[in-house]
């Protein structure tokens, strides 16, 4: 008992030194890590650069949850995929808006058999979120919303959406229906790069012709544009947003993609789940603005890689050869607080390729970058030019034939090997008997 009385106040003592260490190296390892934002409203939220996707911040952007009318981006990009002339005039279906009326959905405005070029209809998904134009272009393209579906989950496994599946093409809820704000930058990246959606998605109104139901023609105004005039908060100053996506129901919270653009750079900003407009704009304009703050583009020079020759080998021989190169500079971002000598430039080029997998590259990271950014800066695709040969070259000819056995030479077969291997463990066996015989009979002496 006295033993365990004399150890306590030891092991007290051990815990009021350590205790106030631990707590002293939680709070500095806090103070160190950096948010884009004193508070984030939103669950998940993401941050990239539209160029090469590379994450500047990110907080569950691979949590998996529901995208509302973010869903639209998606059903926009394959109306425009899907599309040869946007001025052909279609009818607007009556039977689609049974659902529309019956869920709630947003609507563009058009009315129950109203004519409507495809055009106005893919301004009416994304600008104005219409669930109308959605399902009557899901069937024109495919006859029916859930054949369109199929062909919104096979665009996402082509674009490495894994955590995304769709179940309708408005975005209402539905338990199987979900994405994450990593598949939606991904998503968005992709079809920015196509010049319709881009124009589509930038533009803040869209003037709808006149038509039988509407005889002065009617405007399609922007969600983005609309609820930034009414947010509580204004944008911050010199923070231009080109456009934007925003999409709201029960289950997903307030949800919202935005593009910025700056001294030359192009942000791409997520938001998931936030409890109100307020707070999803609010995120999204901090995340924008952090990262042109704090990030700036820096520049790998071309004199810095040397063009590289590599061989391409199919069966043991040379079929072709590959030149390896840039002729441009590489541009990446890096926070303001590291210094360019800190990041470290590898060339992903082995020493032979394979016929069908040839993708030359550079990575870029950041050896210290002390939490104030994702030690990977990405990855950098290099171009190559490939020069196939007439006749195949075998590979090492010379070495090949040396290496090949003589018909003439013996070769042991294995039972041998095996009997071998244990009459030499025996021997060694009965060695180490003799020598400690040997050695008690010495001492015996």
Avoid: W
């Amino acid at each position: 008992m006295k033993h365990t009385i004399k150890k306590r106040p030891r092991r007290k003592l051990f815990m009021y030194l350590i205790l106030p260490l631990v707590l002293a190296s939680l709070l500095i390892s806090s103070l160190l890590f950096v948010s884009f934002h004193t508070e984030s409203y939103s669950s998940q939220y993401l941050l990239v650069r539209m160029s090469d996707g590379t994450i500047i911040t990110s907080q569950g952007e691979d949590e998996i949850t529901y995208p509302a009318s973010l869903t639209k981006i998606m059903t926009a990009l394959l109306a425009i995929e899907h599309t040869s002339d946007l001025s052909e005039v279609v009818t607007v279906p009556e039977a689609v808006f049974d659902k529309v009326y019956k869920t709630g959905a947003s609507v563009a405005g058009f009315e129950p058999g109203e004519l409507a070029t495809l055009e106005e209809l893919l301004y009416g998904i994304m600008l104005p979120s219409g669930a109308e134009c959605c399902l009557a272009y899901a069937e024109y393209i495919s006859g029916s919303e859930a054949e369109f579906v199929s062909l919104m989950n096979l665009r996402a496994r082509e674009l490495g959406m894994n955590d995304t599946n769709f179940t309708n093409c408005t975005g209402l809820h539905s338990a199987d229906h979900y994405s994450t704000a990593k598949d939606l930058a991904i998503l968005l990246r992709y079809a920015l790069e196509n010049e319709t959606f881009r124009r589509v998605f930038t533009s803040n109104s869209f003037y709808v012709t006149p038509s039988a139901v509407h005889s002065d023609g009617f405007y399609l105004h922007s969600t983005l544009s609309e609820a930034l005039d009414r947010c509580e908060n204004p944008l911050p100053k010199g923070l231009q947003i080109l456009g934007g996506k925003t999409g709201y129901i029960p289950d997903a919270g307030y949800t919202g993609v935005a593009v910025a653009e700056r001294n030359g750079i192009k942000l791409i900003a997520v938001t998931l789940k936030a409890d109100s407009a307020n707070d999803r704009f609010a995120d999204l304009a901090a995340l924008l603005d952090y990262g042109f703050d704090n990030f700036s583009k820096k520049t790998v020079s071309t004199s810095m890689f040397e063009p590289r020759t590599v061989n391409v080998v199919e069966n043991d021989s040379i079929v072709a050869t590959v030149t390896v190169y840039t002729n441009s500079d590489i541009y990446y971002l890096l926070h303001n607080d590291i210094s360019e000598s800190s990041v470290n430039v590898t060339a992903n080029i082995p020493e032979a390729y394979s016929q069908f997998n040839i993708q030359p590259s550079l990575t870029l990271t950041v050896t210290d970058s002390s939490s104030l950014m994702y030690s990977n800066i990405g990855d950098v695709a290099l171009k190559f030019t490939t020069q196939q040969h007439d006749v195949p070259t075998p590979l090492n000819p010379d070495s090949q034939a040396s290496a090949k056995p003589s018909e003439n030479t013996f070769r042991v077969p294995v039972f041998v090997k095996v009997i071998l291997i244990i009459l030499a463990v025996i021997l060694i066996f009965i060695g180490i008997i003799i020598i400690m015989f040997l050695v008690s009979n010495a001492k015996r002496k």
